[in-house]
């Protein structure tokens, strides 16, 4: 089987060499090109025949985003942002997304060691994650046009209710395509998306903007209520608890479980706990098998869950292994799945 061909931008020349002894590193990887820029990048995709394209977002002659814009329209491809650690790059990462690209990743501390190893196995997942991903060919790209909104049920909504969402890689477009057409009316949403420390803020005041209901990173301790959903923070794992009251949102930093924090298992395990048959479960576009087991948990308590369907997935990994363990009771496209949990969030549904 050919190694998957991954080209590699970047204008830092230490950055090229530490993504190129990375990829070079695995049997089943291999760096086709290098450039040092997006105008070089345009000429090796004719030579290099890359099947994945790792993507710095500032760079000299042209941006990372103008570059990709081009890419989407003319030869789409996988592409794997590599952002800095910033306000300013989180905000480009999160447009980057928008424009098609299929993941991200932070640039590493070039100081630490352990910190080096850690993003080596970030990179080979991404790139690997990315090269099974589903790109499509992208119109010139507009500003994002406004999503239509379900209009408010005439019944009310349950009061009592709580949705948990998962998801991983495309699940921040995804998530996006869920949350603008609700109304401010829904119960309230707890979210668990694979996201670094720095990049959750911006990434819920985009979805802020884009929502009737108001979006918002989690807090310890903080009440949920309805018309909000509650992001965990990069870094941190989100649960809920049940005290006098009502549910309150959680954040720890224990150890990460299956490999991510927020990890999406935590967040199912604690609303299966305290919720139970009031919850509702909803895995996303993800690679990895987190979440899946705890989604079963929630079915056996009681809870009604979905996934999204492979055909609509960027990647349809979290949510194969969910149906494979028989954890979801629908199987529904992204565009169907807002109207569906206003349904299921009827007081008499």
Request: glycine share 8%; charged share 25%.
């Amino acid at each position: 089987m050919e190694p998957t061909r991954v080209l590699v931008v970047d204008d830092s020349a230490v950055m090229r060499g530490i993504m190129t002894r990375i990829i070079d590193s695995q049997p089943d990887l291999k760096v086709a090109g290098v450039a040092s820029d997006p105008v070089i990048a345009m000429e090796r995709l004719r030579t290099a025949r890359p099947d994945v394209i790792t993507l710095d977002v500032e760079m000299p002659r042209m941006d990372g985003l103008t570059f990709l814009s081009r890419l989407m329209q003319w030869r789409p491809l996988p592409v794997v942002m590599v952002s800095s650690l910033t306000a300013r790059g989180a905000e480009t990462t999160l447009r980057a997304l928008e424009l098609g690209a299929v993941d991200f990743m932070a640039k590493p501390q070039l100081a630490d060691v352990a910190a080096l190893d850690a993003y080596a196995e970030q990179v080979v997942e991404k790139v690997r994650a990315a090269a099974s991903a589903r790109v499509t060919r992208r119109s010139a790209a507009p500003a994002a046009v406004p999503q239509r909104r379900l209009a408010r049920p005439a019944s009310p909504l349950a009061s009592d209710r709580v949705v948990a969402i998962g998801a991983s890689t495309g699940g921040v477009e995804a998530l996006r395509a869920v949350l603008a057409p609700l109304p401010s009316t829904m119960p309230p949403i707890v979210i668990a998306q694979h996201m670094p420390a720095g990049f959750t803020r911006s990434f819920a005041q985009r979805l802020d903007g884009a929502c009737e209901m108001r979006v918002k990173e989690g807090e310890d301790g903080e009440p949920l209520q309805p018309g909000h959903a509650y992001i965990a923070p990069g870094g941190m794992h989100l649960a809920l608890e049940r005290k006098t009251g009502g549910l309150r949102a959680r954040l720890s930093a224990e150890p990460p479980v299956n490999r991510h924090r927020p990890s999406v298992d935590v967040l199912f395990r604690s609303v299966a706990r305290a919720a139970g048959e009031h919850a509702i479960g909803v895995m996303l576009s993800g690679m990895g098998a987190d979440g899946a087991e705890a989604m079963l948990e929630l079915r056996m308590r009681g809870a009604r869950n979905l996934a999204q369907d492979e055909a609509s997935c960027v990647v349809f990994g979290m949510p194969k292994q969910a149906i494979a363990l028989d954890a979801v009771h629908e199987v529904l496209p992204l565009a169907e799945i807002a109207r569906r949990l206003v349904e299921l969030s009827l007081a008499n549904g």
